[in-house]
């Protein structure tokens, strides 16, 4: 993406070849910072302050702390500190799991003096893999919306997302906001709702920021809007991204896209997930039942950061300091509940067929554990 | 309800016999402030700005508008300005018709030198009535609520709400806070979800501080996590008030209600709304289509206000400057996802059958209206 006239992703190596440099998103939408990460425990600190998120972002920032702890010690023993380390910052994205998986591959039966320039390049890999992936959901995404463009004749096409699954949640372009772009830049008219998304208000702070940046019209609602939107035919599609998705189809993804997906359903307005293959889960089946979801610290919910009158960040409270508070990251959105899913392979409808269909490579493991 | 030590209407006759006295409701949870009313104007201010909300107690301080109205003029003339003036605060809520109805017909066909002490009387009668008809809604909901504590055997039984309808919605006690108080008072276990209710917040700064001060166990939770914790078991039944009503029995409530509506449904939870009868919009029969959808000023959704580092109140910004926002204040409840009406008269189905079981007063009126 290009900022301010420079074209950035949200990761790459710094100049003396072996920092990392993030942008630290934290500080958006009011102020755009890079953070520099040159340990293994800095890696895990932006995974797990949400100095970075989104499901790929996230594995590709475990795969360069895996080479800023190798980097420091190449040995056996410092490879698992950082698999262990790293695996523990976020327990529902699976892109993690499967980033790390690919790392230690790619490393560990390497002779030691290898292993740090194998893990640099496995982990620039995993980056320019991403940025293709996300191209290729951009291009099904679009036709889709043409479509849909093409259907409604005239007025622009309004897409409700959820989250923020562009490219900041990305290492470029995103999942659910790469059509988008492309369909903006190709003239196809759209308007995007953008659901706050709280605790953390990823939507109102970099959805918002990101297609402020990109010049594409949206107006930024509360999370309890877009019901009332879909009955009054205010929204043609939804699309979201997703952290994890199970083998039969089942979604995680950020906190209330059920409820969307809920809302989609009772209106018949079409519902779709973008989602690069890293995040299927091939184990798992029955969403609501096997995706671990996770509990964060009530303060995300008890408090709230903004640009102060001053112009300064600041935190507020906006709970009675006696009352508790509970705070889930995720929830599942039945795959009954779901149109499609838009994959760097094309499109499928959300069922272990449909998912199937576009990676056969799959179908003997799933069947052989008897998934039916 | 009491506060520290004082028990306190949310709106009363301050001692001078004139002035009324409120609750400003912005300033909560942190502060407990009274505003003290002395012109129709600051009525109007104070429904408008929401200082005080919830659809009865708008009744009530609009009924004390036109006094206030009268005492400075008891001529026809002001009376009509009060009631145009008032009437235009707030769109959606019926009680606030319907009290500017009943203060007209208690007033203009009096003698000009009786009218002042008439609107008075009239406006105590509605205050009073407000509170026997929140009583009765508590104990007819404390019913539904032992049932369901019984049959769930073991556990405090969970409940969540969306927004505030409690004793800061109405004169004392709530619409569907009264029962969880009497439910509380009485030792059925209670443990209470409250959504946080964005873009006002009304939930976790009302109805968390309502419960807190009363010692009513709870959890604030954003609106986006009622779909989760009733796929997982932790709702046992969720309770609302309404701002309206139709015949037919479709429900306004703050925008969200909707959401939850619908993950109770998928979720088989049990989904109350708790209306005094003033609610009830006889004229209307679709909701969706024919009740007005209040839209207020974006920087509700831009902007939010809590206590800041240094124990002041301050407003933060949570969007980047350029970006628009859109703010429906509420959204409507099909029928068909509502288990049941908690009024004053008792229990009953959430349709025109439903409602004329109770209400069969109006069944003449309805009827030749032609609604079937």
């Excluded at 988008?180 to 605790?199: F, K, N, Q, S």
């Excluded at 001053?310 to 149109?339: K, M």
């Excluded at 449909?354 to 799959?362: C, Q, Y």
Aim: proline share 5%.
């Amino acid at each position: 993406m290009r900022i301010a006239g420079e074209w950035y992703r949200t990761i790459r190596v710094a100049d003396d070849g072996r920092s990392v440099d993030v942008i630290d998103q934290r500080a958006l939408p009011f102020s755009f910072e890079i953070m520099r990460l040159t340990t293994v425990e800095q890696a895990a600190f932006a995974i797990s302050e949400m100095v970075v998120r989104g499901a790929p972002l996230i594995g590709a920032t475990a795969a360069y702390g895996v080479c800023l702890a190798l980097l420091k010690n190449p040995m056996h023993g410092s490879l698992d500190r950082a698999l262990e380390l790293l695996g523990a910052t976020r327990p529902t994205a699976v892109n993690l799991r499967w980033a790390l998986e690919v790392m230690d591959e790619a490393v560990r039966y390497l002779p030691v003096e290898e292993r740090v320039a194998a893990a640099y390049q496995r982990a620039a890999r995993i980056c320019d893999d991403d940025v293709e992936i996300s191209k290729s959901i951009g291009r099904h995404g679009l036709a889709i919306f043409r479509e849909l463009a093409a259907a409604k004749g005239s007025g622009p096409l309004n897409i409700l997302t959820h989250c923020n699954a562009g490219w900041l949640a990305t290492v470029d372009w995103g999942t659910a906001l790469a059509p988008i772009y492309m369909a903006h830049d190709e003239g196809v008219g759209v308007h995007v709702w953008v659901d706050e998304t709280r605790p953390r208000n990823q939507g109102a702070s970099l959805t918002a920021y990101e297609l402020g940046a990109h010049g594409v019209p949206h107006s930024v609602i509360v999370d309890n809007c877009g019901g009332h939107l879909m009955q009054h035919g205010m929204v043609d599609v939804c699309i979201v991204g997703t952290d994890r998705t199970t083998a039969a189809g089942d979604v995680a993804n950020k906190i209330g896209t059920y409820l969307k997906a809920l809302a989609a359903r009772d209106n018949g307005v079409p519902f779709y997930v973008a989602l690069p293959q890293t995040t299927i889960d091939w184990q798992a089946r029955d969403g609501v039942a096997e995706i671990p979801i996770e509990e964060r610290e009530a303060r995300e919910v008890r408090f709230i950061s903004g640009l102060g009158p001053d112009g300064r960040v600041v935190e507020v409270e906006l709970t009675p300091p006696s009352s508790p508070a509970a705070n889930y990251a995720f929830d599942v959105t039945p795959a009954r509940l779901v149109t499609g899913f838009i994959t760097d392979r094309g499109v499928c409808e959300a069922s272990l067929d449909g998912l199937l269909s576009l990676f056969p490579e799959w179908e003997s493991d799933v069947r052989e554990e008897g998934f039916e």
